[in-house]
């Protein structure tokens, strides 16, 4: 039977919260194959000095099938 | 006074988790009357063959007022 | 060493959660300075009669430097 | 063997949570059988102009058990 | 988009948690269509006079696809 | 240093959870000495035929102090 | 939009939880406006030397709008 | 009103979990009387050096009636 | 003095959530040495068109020794 | 196999944390036999007059094996 | 009765988390008066470029008497 | 824009837990560059024959900038 596997990783993008979540799974196809799953698990973000946010960050948990 | 129930349901989507909500909203709407309330509980989706995300899902706690 | 605060407010909005979270930010920059970060904690709504949302919430934790 | 069902209602009152979980109970009791238990799961209120509580509200975990 | 709905149920049986659970699957089909999951939430079990377990309770949410 | 230890017991009675809580306290007091805090961390109670609460408890945590 | 802050206190009182939460929310009439709602998140109580409880304590979750 | 205790123990088997828990009841039976309900709040497990697991544990909230 | 890590890993069997779990750990021993524990996480399920278990999972939190 | 138990006690010191850790413990093998394990699951402390900490407390949950 | 206000405040320390939560309780006594306890939330620390802990941070729960 | 990855270590010392924290992050710097922060999750420990801890333990959550 499969088995999968669960990692976390945080995403991070000047647009939006859904685009961070975007850029995270970019980012996790350049090394993992088999994905199946996501879960957005925290949606924080950084302020600039003008009181606005510099950087939206979603945190992502990705299940992946693990080969073999 | 007034009783009202919460049930949870999951709305799904291929654009966004905004659009998830939204579908899982006019379903609840078919059935149920008297709603004052929603909350997302959880935010997930299926990822593709591609790596990219294939269904959107939230989780959506539904509040009504049971009448009479 | 600075020390920061933390605290709990819920923006509103009639477009959208990520309008909402915009909405307490801005609401804060007119009171706080020295805003970090924030973290969004709960993301609700009420339903008007037409079964719709009619206002989107976001609870929304946001970190400040305490000055001196 | 027996299957019971847990289900959330919202209970309320002018009077207080006590009288917000019995009237949540009164309810249950018109459209189901079988009740065996309950959990107080969450009590808040509403506050009206005058700075005092216009609305108990008890969240409660209805268990009943399913027939046949 | 499918819509789903999460029941949440307690199956019992004398035997063991897993035949627990399949009491609950196999009540939950009889008023239920479309099943596509469930979750084990809580194992917990009534003791009788002898000090051994009387009977086993699994309380497991279920996910159904709501029709239409 | 006086170092302390925490016991959870559960009330019941036919009045109300504040009785409940109360009949947990007295019974404490039967084996326990130093008692110096509780808290309420869940309140339920038990269903009749007749639908209406048969028996309220409260799982009451409590803290005293150890001699010696 | 409007946007509210969240505020916890700490109610105490000789008599009851109840009364905890009224002293509670009496209290914090004096310094802010524009209370909408609680919620009870913890009950507890300091015990004297007799076992009985000497202080009923609730914690108290406000919300309120914040002006302009 | 009777008055009841909860206590946790672990108890462990190089079998199953399913036994973990006997065990952890049997022991119980030795010590206590009046037991009413058991819950397994964690399902652990060491591993040996051959990579299986040399014991599983499972730990177990007891809840047993206060005599006199 | 050792350092550990800590993975997240979903086991799944057509036959019980036993046998996911130790499918699971079958496979982490293909690729990671030093297994010192695991703790099982969430039991869930799919669920078939014939209304019955299809595959059963097992989310399995696995420590093991890093070496050098 | 053996059985072990879980007991929460609450040890203080007018140094540090990790001290009232250690009175804990200390204390704890005045009446406790077979400790094997530990686990801090809560650090607060009582501020006197001065605004300093006037008591550290430790809430640590010791595991023991049960004899015979 | 008297009523008392959290508020949760984040305090850092180049040498330890100890010495952060000190720097938090004496940013909170320029401030507030009437302090009567603290509890640590969340332990945390930044990591410079030489992989060391750049920065100590201590999330702690500062518990005070509302005047008047 | 940068995505980040956190794993969870387990540090151990016979010291303290502040030095276990220690322990984690120098194993971390071994195989892993960018680290950005960390997070104590849990500090337990092991328990020798003489009633004192024989090893520190600290679960840390490490995040670390993912490279390309």
Same mark, same amino acid.
């Given at each position: 039977?499969?088995?999968?596997?669960?990692? /976390?990783?945080?995403?991070?993008?000047?647009?939006?919260?859904?685009?961070?979540?975007?850029?995270? *799974? /970019?980012?996790?196809?350049?090394? *993992?194959?088999? *994905?199946?799953?996501?879960?957005?698990?925290?949606?924080?973000?950084?302020?600039?000095?003008?009181?606005?946010?510099? /950087?939206?960050?979603?945190?992502?948990?990705?299940?992946?099938? *693990?080969?073999?």
């Amino acid at each position: 039977m499969a088995v999968a596997r669960i990692t /976390e990783i945080i995403g991070s993008s000047q647009k939006s919260w859904e685009d961070a979540v975007k850029n995270a *799974l /970019e980012r996790a196809n350049k090394t *993992l194959r088999g *994905l199946t799953g996501i879960e957005v698990t925290k949606m924080n973000a950084a302020i600039g000095n003008d009181g606005k946010v510099s /950087e939206y960050r979603a945190h992502v948990r990705i299940t992946f099938i *693990l080969e073999g």
